[in-house]
């Protein structure tokens, strides 16, 4: 990823998509291993390797648990 990401300012729905994308790469990482598919560069989880991708979906749940509590 380019830049920080700010998850609070996130919208529920972006938040459910980046879970997702997040889960979907972290698999690719798992299932092909270091043989994972490079992302286009305009993704935004390019660059990314696997360890990045699981911080940040902890990030992610985090912040999805944090709102469900307001």
Known sequence: MKEALDL?????KKLR?????L???I????T???G???LQKSHMLA???EGECKALLQAVLREMKRRTRE
């Open 17 to 21: 998509t980046l879970r997702n994308n």
């Open 36 to 38: 994972a598919k490079e």
């Open 32 to 34: 092909h291993g270091e």
């Open 23 to 25: 889960n979907n790469r």
């Open 47 to 49: 660059g990314m390797t």
């Open 8 to 12: 609070t300012v996130l919208t529920p």
């Open 27 to 30: 698999e690719s990482f798992g």
